[in-house]
């Protein structure tokens, strides 16, 4: 059964760079679209972006000139890097399996990890 | 950018009782394009549905989706005491890609 085990820095000051990387364990990483996905605590979902196994990415306009995402195929891991972090991006970060079969969307998460920005 | 509006907000029910959860779109999208989760306190979300009316691998039968156009509905038919949580519908759209619904909590009465 595939899992997603992801780890990164916690707590970061404002104007720092967010560093997370998430890993596939017992699955493919070849066949799908990787993403991440954040939740401010209390509030709801926001879609980052996703890459593939190529390297190949989409982002969510809206945080696009901040984001860069990698993929390090030798040991099945994909990762994320934020820059110009802000207050505003303090939020549980989680990394998912966009479902291959055609249907977009998440079928396999990780366990999230927080992110608090603050000075 | 399609807007998804869920309701309503907070449904309080007890177990055993029929839950009707809603996913307005702020314009017509396909039904191939729309899914439901739920999300438990600490927990990432869940997969529940996809298409806006197949389940996942695992989801028992109780909850089911449905709807198209603008409209779609999560139901779940008998709730069980594990199935309060929070629930989200999210859409795809090749620009700006995925996007959610701010959710609906369902709570014990």
């Known amino acids: 059964q595939v899992q997603l085990q992801q780890w990164g820095a916690g707590l970061l000051k404002p104007s720092e760079t967010l560093s997370l990387t998430c890993g596939i364990f017992?699955?493919?990483?070849?066949?799908?679209?990787w993403s991440w996905i954040r939740q401010p605590p209390g509030k709801g979902l926001e879609w980052i972006g996703a890459i593939n196994y190529s390297g190949t990415t989409n982002h969510n306009p809206s945080l696009k000139s901040r984001i860069t995402m990698s993929v390090d195929t030798s040991r099945n891991q994909f990762s994320l890097k934020l820059t110009s972090l802000t207050a505003a991006d303090t939020a549980f970060y989680f990394c998912?399996?966009?479902?291959?079969?055609?249907?977009?969307?998440?079928?396999?998460w990780g366990q999230g990890a927080m992110v608090t920005v603050s000075s | 950018e399609i807007v998804l509006t869920q309701s309503p907000g907070t449904l309080s029910l007890s177990p055993g009782e029929r839950a009707t959860l809603s996913c307005r779109a702020s314009?017509?999208?396909?039904?191939?394009?729309l899914a439901w989760y739920q999300q438990k306190p600490g927990q990432a979300p869940r997969l529940l549905i996809y298409?806006?009316?197949n389940r996942a691998t695992g989801i028992p039968d109780r909850f089911s989706g449905s709807g198209s156009g603008t409209d779609f509905t999560l139901t779940i038919s008998r709730l069980e005491p594990e199935d309060f949580a929070v629930f989200y519908c999210q859409h795809y759209a090749t620009s700006p890609g995925y996007t959610f619904g701010r959710g609906t909590k369902l709570e014990i009465k």
């Open positions: 017992n699955g493919s990483f070849s066949d799908y679209y």
């Open positions: 998912a399996r966009e479902d291959n079969s055609g249907y977009p969307a998440f079928d396999v």
């Open positions: 314009q017509r999208v396909s039904s191939y394009y």
């Open positions: 298409g806006a009316s």
